[in-house]
């Protein structure tokens, strides 16, 4: 028989065990697919609490070492508090279902916004150097996945991640960013503000405690957490080694859905994306594939969990294109800028300044305000690219 862990506070002194690995001196947590990513913790659902835990470990001075997560728990309580972060607790009723049923869920989610107990969700991933077809791509499968009614999944990183975040933001739907560090700590930095739109308009959440900086080895346990939210992962532009297919790595051990993008043979970029295809994954050329892609997921009960398609899908597959809502206020000042910049094209400062006449200063002001709206995006190498065809403008 399972004994759940007797208080919130205990939950999160645990969690703080398991991740908090190198000051505790444990071993670093292998990466998915690579053996257990609980890298030995205890199943803690058969403890009545945290001293009980520790004894199973091993420690030796078990009031002092359970004393010491306690206070250090107490903290990171404080902290969200202190900063309007929520938090989700493995066996609650407001966790989420579908990452309940992975085998390692977190036991505790920092986050700020809401995510629901059994939203339908669909993760999207893909390289950080991303080719302006690449975030083309990616804008379009958020955007339209989002106006079908589903919750996009990523990382919040730049390239892929971003352009998908951005994309669901500007069809006025729902996004959810997984970081590899506290809920309240912008990574990278220059996404400060697409990370405040997101707790805005769904969730950032994160199994780091508040404040916890970025480190390597957090990234591989976040994309578990990516793809356990998620009903199935699209992978855009990977190459050979890459994290997004450490995510489709988890997706396949957690039974999930995963599909591809195809792109260029030409450079590398696509190499890991052509892999999955080569195994068997759905290719993927906009929402319609995914939500075929889906509907035997729904079909096969998790209908049964409260996940269920949106009203947008039957548009969707109808092929409704235009613009998504406005923002709030109307309609956005018309922009010169990006009525010269052609959609999958990347444009350097120069470029700019030659097609515009603008002096640099002006530019990035424009370009700053043109980020924040969600309608241009970092191509990489200093470069930028318009965030998708039907951006207002």
């Not at 000051?23 to 009545?48: C, I, K, L, M, N």
């Not at 729902?174 to 990370?195: F, K, Q, S």
């Not at 998790?302 to 809502?325: H, Q, Y």
Request: hydrophobic share 45%.
């Amino acid at each position: 028989m399972r004994v759940r862990v007797a208080s919130l506070l205990d939950r999160v002194a645990l969690s703080l065990l398991w991740t908090e690995r190198e000051r505790a001196r444990r071993p670093r947590p292998p990466e998915p697919g690579q053996g257990d990513s609980s890298a030995g913790a205890p199943e803690v659902w058969t403890f009545a609490g945290l001293e009980a835990a520790l004894r199973q470990l091993g420690v030796e001075d078990v009031p002092a070492a359970a004393a010491a997560l306690r206070a250090r728990a107490g903290q990171a309580l404080a902290a969200a508090k202190a900063g309007g972060m929520g938090i989700l607790a493995r066996g609650g009723p407001e966790y989420p279902v579908l990452l309940e049923r992975i085998s390692d869920p977190p036991l505790t989610l920092w986050l700020r916004g809401h995510l629901g107990p059994g939203e339908p969700a669909v993760g999207i991933v893909g390289s950080r150097s991303a080719s302006p077809h690449g975030l083309e791509a990616a804008f379009r499968l958020g955007r339209d996945l989002a106006r079908a009614g589903l919750l996009v999944v990523s990382g919040l990183a730049r390239g892929i991640d971003a352009a998908a975040h951005r994309g669901a933001l500007r069809a006025g739907g729902r996004t959810v960013a997984v970081l590899g560090c506290g809920a309240d700590v912008p990574y990278p930095p220059e996404h400060a503000a697409l990370m405040a739109e997101i707790a805005c308009a769904g969730a950032v959440v994160s199994e780091f405690a508040p404040g916890v900086p970025p480190r390597g080895w957090h990234f591989p346990r976040r994309n578990r957490i990516i793809s356990g939210l998620s009903l199935g992962v699209v992978v855009v532009e990977a190459p050979g080694r890459s994290g997004s297919l450490i995510t489709a790595r988890c997706a396949l051990e957690q039974n999930r859905s995963v599909m591809a993008v195809p792109g260029t043979v030409l450079g590398g970029r696509n190499r890991g994306a052509h892999a999955l295809l080569r195994d068997g994954a759905p290719i993927v050329e906009d929402a319609r594939d995914v939500l075929e892609a889906l509907r035997g997921d729904w079909s096969a009960g998790l209908a049964g969990l409260g996940l269920e398609p949106g009203p947008g899908v039957d548009a969707v597959f109808a092929g409704a294109s235009g613009p998504g809502p406005l923002p709030a206020g109307g309609q956005p000042r018309r922009s010169r800028l990006l009525t010269l910049m052609r959609p999958g094209e990347s444009y350097g400062i120069d470029d700019l300044a030659a097609l515009t006449g603008l002096g640099t200063a002006q530019l990035l002001a424009e370009i700053a305000r043109l980020e924040v709206e969600g309608a241009v995006t970092r191509a990489g190498g200093g470069r930028f690219v318009t965030a998708g065809a039907n951006v207002l403008t």
